[in-house]
């Protein structure tokens, strides 16, 4: 099956740095990749979609700036919260998808931030 | 406003038992997606409907979409332990790929 990795699958960060989560592909080509974020015992709400070799698509709400995208090849995106915070806490899960539209969305392990 | 809604948002049964998870949109969905979470952990991918009225199954889970492709249920037919953690529906409602999440039902299987 489609398997999805992140990394790193926990960090700790201190307030004012920037942390940078990967998002691969491990055995297919990912036109679509999917960032979401989950508060604890909250559901998952889309942050981003990201297209490979285009600019991102924030959602409403979530700010571009301070959640850079980067989709540079079909097995990888990263996500960047800059100048991170301690209300950026949160657990942030990708989904890979082969095409874009209604298909299959293979979703990562999640990344647990902690910002102090 | 919450866009999917679940029941139960947490269910409690006896190994053996049969349950049921139910998923509604005010929307007509163009996909929906059951997804299993382990606290702290990514999401399995359980079963996806497409058309009204369509079911699947998979081992002692079975998924139906009605025929206004508004509502979804996930039945567990025996319930094991195994089968404990959080259960998501997930609704694509724009054919581009996003997907709107309910919030979950956390299922608790008792020995």
């Known amino acids: 099956g489609a398997v999805v990795s992140q990394h790193p699958s926990r960090v700790i960060c201190k307030s004012g740095t920037s942390v940078k989560i990967e998002c691969r592909s491990l055995?297919?080509?990912?036109?679509?990749m999917f960032w979401y974020r989950q508060f604890p015992k909250k559901s998952l709400m889309l942050m981003a979609t990201?297209?490979?070799?285009?600019?991102?698509?924030?959602e409403q709400g979530v700010e571009k700036d301070k959640f850079l995208i980067n989709h540079a090849s079909l097995t990888l995106s990263t996500l960047t919260v800059t100048s991170a915070h301690p209300e950026d806490s949160s657990f942030y899960i990708c989904?890979?998808?082969?095409?874009?539209?209604?298909?299959?969305?293979?979703f990562g392990p999640g990344t647990r931030l902690t910002v102090l | 406003s919450q866009e999917l809604e679940q029941s139960p948002q947490s269910l409690i049964v006896q190994e053996g038992k049969n349950l049921t998870i139910n998923c509604t949109s005010s929307?007509?969905?163009?996909?929906l997606y059951w997804y299993k979470q382990k606290y702290g952990e990514g999401l399995i991918f359980l079963m996806m409907?497409?058309?009204?009225?369509e079911e699947k199954s998979h081992e002692k889970i079975t998924a139906k979409l009605d025929e206004k492709k508004q509502q979804s249920s996930l039945h567990i037919t025996a319930s094991q332990p195994s089968h404990a953690g959080i259960y998501l529906c997930?609704?694509?409602?724009?054919?581009?790929?996003?997907?709107?999440f309910g919030q979950g039902t956390i299922l608790t299987v008792h020995p």
């Open positions: 989904s890979a998808s082969r095409a874009s539209g209604s298909d299959e969305q293979f």
């Open positions: 055995d297919f080509q990912a036109t679509t």
């Open positions: 990201s297209n490979e070799g285009s600019k991102a698509t924030y």
């Open positions: 929307k007509t969905l163009y996909g």
């Open positions: 409907l497409q058309k009204g009225g």
């Open positions: 997930g609704a694509d409602k724009s054919s581009y790929g996003k997907l709107t």
